[in-house]
């Protein structure tokens, strides 16, 4: 069965320090691939997607993505976190052909320190 | 243009009630997503509709249903309350041309 892998399910840094959030899937096909947040109190928003081209993608508020195809991966990295970056993370695969769904990962819950 | 909207925000029901929720999509959206958020599932989908047909179906029971009317409009039932049922309903929209989902701001079901 397809699923998505969210390795680390809180994490707490200071601020300026350098993130990383792992996600994994399990799909052999073509994929879209999603990282949404959500700011406490916020709808889900999209932070950065990757359809094709370029592995490594960057998004909204200095954050970026690399696409591991080999690892079935799609990292989120951040280089300097800020306390306005405490919310949820989650990764999203929507396979290309065969199916409109969208299969997310539990979520990271990430807190930032001042 | 307005985002996606959800009604109502908040719901409080007791068990073996049924509830009825409300999405209205981006204008020019045709496909609905439901999915059931809860602490440490994440988003667990339900099912999508695109023109008042549904194209797809997660594994929640039958106790779970939806429909889309021809406005793109979408309402979601679920009957026989049960306390698991409690959750943060969310709503997705997205366009033709479109591969992101957009999503609205969610209903809380509290099932007592």
């Known amino acids: 069965a397809q699923s998505v892998s969210q390795h680390n399910h809180h994490v707490i840094l200071s601020e300026a320090a350098s993130l990383e959030l792992g996600c994994n899937y399990s799909?052999?096909?073509?994929?879209?691939l999603f990282w949404y947040v959500q700011y406490p109190g916020q709808h889900l928003q999209l932070l950065l997607k990757?359809?094709?081209?370029?592995?490594l993608v960057k998004g909204i508020k200095g954050f970026e993505a690399e696409f591991i195809k080999s690892k079935f991966s799609f990292n989120l990295r951040k280089p300097s976190v800020q306390w306005s970056d405490t919310a949820e993370y989650f990764c999203?695969?929507?396979?290309?052909?065969?199916?409109?769904?969208?299969?997310f990962g539990t979520g990271t819950r990430l807190k930032v320190l001042a | 243009k307005a985002g996606v909207t959800q009604t109502p925000r908040y719901l409080i029901k007791t068990r073996g009630q049924q509830v009825t929720l409300s999405c209205s999509p981006i204008?020019?959206?045709?496909?609905v997503s439901w999915y059931q958020q809860t602490p440490g599932q994440g988003l667990q989908f339900l099912f999508e509709?695109?023109?008042?047909?549904?194209?797809n179906k997660g594994n929640f029971p039958g106790r779970f249903s939806g429909r889309q009317f021809s406005n793109s409009r979408s309402e979601m039932n679920v009957s026989t309350l049960e306390l698991g049922d409690s959750a943060l309903y969310l709503c997705?929209?997205?366009?033709?041309?479109?591969?992101?989902?957009?999503f609205g701001p969610g209903t809380r079901l509290t099932v007592l």
């Open positions: 997705a929209t997205r366009g033709l041309a479109e591969s992101e989902q957009f």
């Open positions: 990757y359809f094709s081209g370029d592995p």
């Open positions: 799909y052999g096909g073509t994929v879209n």
């Open positions: 999203a695969v929507n396979p290309t052909s065969g199916t409109y769904k969208y299969i």
């Open positions: 204008s020019g959206h045709r496909s």
């Open positions: 509709y695109f023109s008042e047909t549904q194209r």
